[in-house]
């Protein structure tokens, strides 16, 4: 069985900011980080795009299924202290389809705003 792992997008500060929050409270180190701006091809191997992986959230559970966006969330919560009613409340109130379509304009707006003036580079149906 391999590690729960979480890709996330190293040069967005926000998405920095949040990943070293859970990133500290990970004690038991039960996630594994990737930061896909520098993955040593860990999404290739993953057989995760990396345009996007650049504009959401991906997992990967430990019996190699991706998760995308709010359901990846889900994930990483259910394995952080503090976070595992968080997201038993999100599973039992079915709102992860509802949360999943916002954050999914919100990963749109940021990617814009990340990738403007050139600071990363996608192809042109990206943004």
Known sequence: MTAFTAYFDGGCPLCSKEIAHYRRIDKAGSIHWVDITDDGGALAEA?????????????????GRILTGVPAFVAIWRRLPGYRRLATLVEGLRLVRPLDWGYARFADWRLKRRCKDGACILTPRDV
Not at 47 to 63: F, L, P, Q, Y
């Open 47 to 63: 057989g995760i795009d990396r345009t996007d992986a650049m504009r959401r959230i991906h997992a990967k559970e430990t019996d």
